[in-house]
């Protein structure tokens, strides 16, 4: 079918010149041919010069003269460019958002604790302005976009968390201070202050930062979880280990001597109730030792005679009482 679109116009030239070149004494002969050869050399210039703009993925066309490149921008769609692409031509341009993710190198807060900071940036080409899509083809496309656009941001990272004045002074006030480094970013980036409000789009990824000298807009700029990394980042797992266990060691003491108590209460002793608490904790085992003794018949008979002797029992007696005593 496409085919056959492209060839009736000339089709329909060739008919329309034959009946012109044909010897005819009737003038609508040859005002019909004539006819038809304007409506095919029109229809050979309309086909030559459509063309359809992509909608998926969105794109728009930078249009060339002879060319160059001037200051006009299609839409998606079917377009016309007269006698394209001698005459009128056009540079088909992608206006998807591209994400950009990348963690600066060699950044350092003044207490010379190395850092790293994620950044995550989410641009498109500004798609409205021909003269931000010129230069945007002017700084290398997405490709260039993206390597300049990386260099900037890194270079302001690490001069911002460096300063002595303006950035963070410690790791700890760092990994506190994204929405500060945020700002002065695109602060940095836009050559303009930047409103809390404005910011806070920028990192829902609702902003619209124009920047003009690489053609494109800016609708996220966002800082991930900061950390410390090197000598720093051990010295501070430990400390924080140290203060984890210290405060395991004083809930466990608390508990301790809380159950100790419940103990006492319940009528034990305060040896007893520790060690009732220590045994259920299992910090101290509880043992039953049993003992076997094998005597001859003599001496058993003997014990038997003294297990019921009154005077045994009142020792046995007495020796349990001082034991209980000792025990209180």
Not at 29 to 58: D, N
Not at 97 to 124: C, G, M, Y
Not at 266 to 289: H, L
């Amino acid at each position: 079918m496409r085919k056959i679109i492209k060839v009736l116009p000339w089709l329909v030239f060739t008919v329309g010149l034959a009946m012109v070149l044909t010897v005819s004494g009737d003038s609508t002969f040859y005002v019909l041919g004539f006819c038809l050869l304007v409506i095919g050399v029109s229809f050979a210039v309309i086909l030559q010069g459509l063309r359809r703009i992509p909608a998926e993925p969105p794109q728009v066309a930078l249009v060339t003269f002879l060319g160059g490149r001037i200051r006009r921008v299609k839409r998606e769609g079917w377009r016309f460019f007269f006698a394209h692409p001698y005459v009128f031509g056009y540079i088909p341009i992608g206006i998807t958002s591209i994400p950009q993710d990348f963690t600066p190198s060699e950044v350092r807060t003044p207490d010379n604790a190395e850092l790293k900071v994620p950044i995550s940036i989410t641009w498109h080409p500004n798609g409205d302005d021909p003269g931000a899509l010129i230069a945007f083809i002017n700084s290398g496309g997405e490709t260039g976009v993206r390597v300049i656009l990386q260099n900037i941001v890194s270079e302001r990272i690490r001069q911002w968390h460096r300063s002595p004045k303006e950035g963070p002074q410690t790791w700890e006030e760092a990994i506190g201070a994204t929405d500060k480094t945020v700002e002065a970013i695109l602060e940095t980036i836009l050559a303009k202050d930047v409103t809390q409000e404005e910011m806070k789009e920028c990192r829902r990824g609702n902003g619209r930062f124009e920047l003009p000298s690489l053609g494109i807009v800016i609708s996220l700029l966002n800082i991930e979880q900061v950390e410390v990394v090197g000598t720093v980042k051990e010295a501070a797992e430990k400390a924080a280990k140290e203060v984890q266990e210290k405060k395991a060691e004083s809930i466990e003491t608390q508990t301790f001597l809380s159950l100790v108590k419940e103990n006492e209460k319940a009528g034990f002793s305060k040896n007893e109730a520790r060690d009732n608490v220590q045994v259920e904790r299992c910090k101290v085992p509880k043992t039953i030792n049993e003992h076997r003794i094998s005597l001859d018949p003599a001496a058993a008979e003997a014990v038997k005679a003294l297990a019921g002797s009154p005077a045994l029992a009142a020792i046995v007696g007495k020796l349990l009482a001082k034991k209980g005593d000792k025990q209180i």
